[in-house]
């Protein structure tokens, strides 16, 4: 028995090292008493590597000289040398006691390179990359990097793009390595469709969200290009849409995108539950604070019993309530709306919970995005700054006070926990667009005939917000140039503060056949007394020279030929409650502006003009508005009102009627002299007229209503007649890839025989 027990441990041994020695370095386990008797390794030795030196290879291995052969540690040492990314091919051997190391280096790359990319640039691919020049070599790593570019052809619209990795060899194992990309065509929206609507139409629906189909008109947008982000906006757009109509149980179920099989477009299907619509049943006001009269809040409530539930108006009386309780000197207050449905009779009954909010105090205020804008130019628009108390009315007055600003595509302001539970941090999110504008214009104005301009301007000077503008404009009346600047915040104050030059040539031949020349400048500054309630002052110096009057001109303005000076001071009081300067839906807007001359110069008058514009939404799209302005000027110390400076309505300011088209005439020449007392005003609605919302088309209905008279000049010679002249009519504007175009067409339906009437009225091809 001994010697057959002999027998097999001599065979487990002679098993053992000719597993051990397969290529491949891979030992089969032994048992314990086999792998005792394994020789001692007595050197390491490295072949086939080039760069790498040998004793760092071998520091990788968790086996070294001095231990016993042991399949376990060399398996280990096999998978820990391909870890490190260094090589191609390991092979682990062993010669009687030497263990042999053969490696197959990667190569290092010399140079990246992307063909067929027309769409994206390079600059733009290096940057997503992760593989540079004299980084080692791996297909995992190229792999990775077709994964990342295709993920950016795939974000700007390209799914059908492919992407094939090509290597080069070169001497001295290097590699040029270049992305062959085949960007293919844009991957276009197909078809919208909704599943589950019962009370809107498929076409009604995809008015209303951001993703669209595609068509022939939408080459200047993306917005039917499949994107992942624009479809989750597109759910909140749809819940939007059915909670301001009453539908309180509206829920997308799912928005499903499905890629054709040959990947040149999608099918997107939205999935809805619309629900029951409801009403509004009783609505109540609850406070928690102390002190708070709630009686005279419920002039903010904006929701009324027996209307339907509409979300935006009870956001917006959310706002109304915490602005109007913030004014009392609450600074932490929380309005909750609380809805309780009858599903029974179709009622909900809302309560707007007043209460004290979290005592949150703001920690810090983040801004991201602005790669040129300075962070100050965004910070001085917050209503908030770091430790005071977090109030979320000031926060959106803020968000919109930055939108204002023009500079921005995007702006989006969200809040998060700071470092403890009583601060936050308000975190800002911008997108850049362009505020530089080089303009070069021609067109046709129904007022200044056949018009050429260049115009060079940079609202966002150097990053600071500052406005710098110089304009060229020629057409069949007017010769001008204009350079203007503003500081809005100077001296690192809420001040705004410029200047403009100009000069002006006009030859006013619908006022009578004389040239007018004007030489000046303005000093002016602005700045706020309330956040709605704002004033500016100027000073202005300007020498007006009137010549080349016609023979046949009115006798009153050949008085007037010669040269005058003027030297004035003005301000300006606006109240402006409007939702937005740049496209105003709802609010009001009120202005008063006054002129005095006579400091110096040999002009002395003194100017009041009053005027005022409300703004109401009767549906997002169909938008109100009712203006209204006044004005009057007089002499001072016994000196008569000049040509110049009087009064001239018509045209833009009262539709129907040419420039300077109403007020006092030469009885003679019928040439208009203006006028020193002035009043208009005009109803508008405007509203969409159907077609894509790419086009950007809209119409409008007016009536427009005014009047001029008043002259220091009395007698026979002069038509003066201070009637009301009013028309009405209709305009089409379209907002073209080449700038506006306006058509108006207007009926007179009041006026004297004198008048000066236009009935239709139009501008195109302001720029391009």
Do not use: C
Request: aromatic share 10%; proline share 3%.
């Amino acid at each position: 028995m001994a010697r057959f027990a002999q027998v097999l441990g001599t065979l487990a041994i002679v098993l053992a090292g000719i597993v051990g020695a397969v290529p491949g370095g891979i030992f089969a386990p032994a048992p314990a008493q086999a792998q005792s008797s394994q020789p001692i390794i007595t050197a390491i030795r490295v072949e086939g590597n080039q760069r790498i030196e040998a004793d760092t290879i071998r520091s990788y291995m968790p086996i070294a000289v001095g231990d016993r052969f042991s399949a376990e540690r060399t398996n280990r040492a096999l998978k820990t040398l391909f870890a490190t990314g260094l090589f191609a091919d390991v092979k682990i051997r062993r010669q009687n006691s030497v263990l042999i190391v053969s490696v197959v280096e990667n190569p290092i790359i010399n140079r990246i390179a992307f063909e067929g990319n027309r769409r994206i640039s390079d600059e733009a691919l290096t940057a997503e990359v992760q593989l540079r020049p004299r980084v080692v070599y791996t297909r995992t790593k190229v792999q990775n990097d077709v994964a990342r570019i295709l993920s950016i052809y795939r974000r700007s619209g390209r799914f059908a793009a492919t992407v094939v990795p090509k290597v080069i060899q070169l001497p001295q194992n290097r590699v040029d390595l270049v992305f062959e990309i085949n960007e293919g065509p844009l991957t276009k929206i197909k078809r919208i469709s909704f599943i589950g609507n019962k009370h809107f139409s498929n076409s009604t629906l995809r008015d209303k969200i951001a993703t669209k189909e595609s068509r022939w008109y939408r080459f200047l947008t993306t917005d039917d290009t499949y994107d992942p982000d624009r479809l989750t906006f597109d759910r909140e757009l749809l819940r939007r849409f059915y909670l301001s109509r009453g539908y309180v149980d509206f829920r997308v179920i799912s928005a499903v995108a499905e890629l054709t099989r040959d990947r040149s477009g999608f099918f997107i299907t939205f999935t809805i539950d619309e629900g029951k619509r409801y009403r509004l049943g009783d609505v109540e006001i609850k406070s928690k604070l102390r002190d708070l009269d709630v009686a005279k809040l419920k002039d903010e409530v904006t929701t009324v019993k027996g209307e339907w539930y509409d979300a935006g108006k009870v956001e917006k009386t959310v706002q109304k309530l915490t602005d109007s309780i913030g004014s009392q000197g609450y600074a932490f207050v929380d309005v909750r709306p609380k809805i309780e449905r009858d599903r029974k009779n179709l009622t909900v009954k809302l309560t707007y919970e007043i209460g004290e909010g979290p005592r949150v105090f703001v920690e810090r205020i983040n801004i991201n995005g602005n790669y040129r804008t300075l962070d100050k130019v965004i910070r001085r628009e917050f209503r908030l700054v770091e430790g005071d108390a977090f109030n979320t009315a000031k926060l959106r007055r803020s968000e919109q006070r930055i939108r204002n600003l023009g500079f921005f595509d995007k702006v989006d302001v969200k809040t998060r926990e700071g470092s403890a539970p009583d601060k936050a941090i308000i975190d800002v999110t911008v997108s850049e667009q362009s505020t530089g504008e080089l303009t070069f214009g021609i067109g046709l104005s129904s007022l200044e005939g056949p018009l050429a301009d260049v115009s060079m301007r940079e609202r966002n000077l150097l990053g600071r917000g500052q406005d710098l503008k110089l304009s060229f404009s020629i057409s069949g009346r007017r010769q001008q140039i204009d350079l203007s600047f503003t500081e809005p915040y100077f001296l690192d104050r809420e001040l705004a503060a410029g200047f403009d030059v100009f000069r002006r040539k006009i030859d006013v031949t619908d006022q009578g056949t004389f040239d007018r020349d004007s030489l000046g400048f303005v000093l002016r500054a602005g700045y706020p007394i309330t956040d709605a309630l704002r004033q500016s002052v100027r000073y202005s110096a300007r020498r007006d020279k009137i010549t080349n009057v016609d023979n046949s001109a009115s006798i009153f303005i050949k008085a007037q030929e010669g040269a005058n000076t003027t030297s004035s001071i003005g301000q300006t009081l606006s109240f402006d409650k409007r939702d937005s300067t740049i496209n105003p839906t709802e609010g009001y807007l009120i202005k008063l502006k006054q002129d005095v001359a006579g400091l110096g110069g040999n002009v002395r008058y003194l100017r009041n003009e009053l005027s005022g514009r409300y703004y109401y939404p009767f549906t997002p799209k169909w938008i109100g508005s009712v203006s209204g302005n006044i004005g009057n000027i007089f002499g001072l110390f016994g000196e008569k009102v000049r040509l110049n400076d009087r009064f001239f309505i018509g045209g833009s300011r009262l539709r129907g009627f040419a420039a300077s088209g109403i007020g006092p005439r030469d009885a003679a020449t019928l040439d208009a002299l203006g006028g020193n007392t002035f009043a208009t005003t005009s109803a508008q609605i405007s509203f969409p007229l159907g077609f894509p919302a790419e086009f950007d088309v809209t119409g409008r209905t007016f009536i427009d209503a005014g009047t001029l008279t008043g002259l220091d000049e009395t007698g026979a010679g002069i038509l003066d007649n201070a009637s009301v002249r009013a028309s009405a009519g209709f305009g089409i504007s379209y907002l073209s890839p080449f700038g506006p175009i306006n058509i108006d067409f207007a009926v007179p339906f009041l006026k004297e025989s004198y008048d000066n009437t236009e009935t239709i009225r139009f501008t195109f091809g302001t720029r391009f």
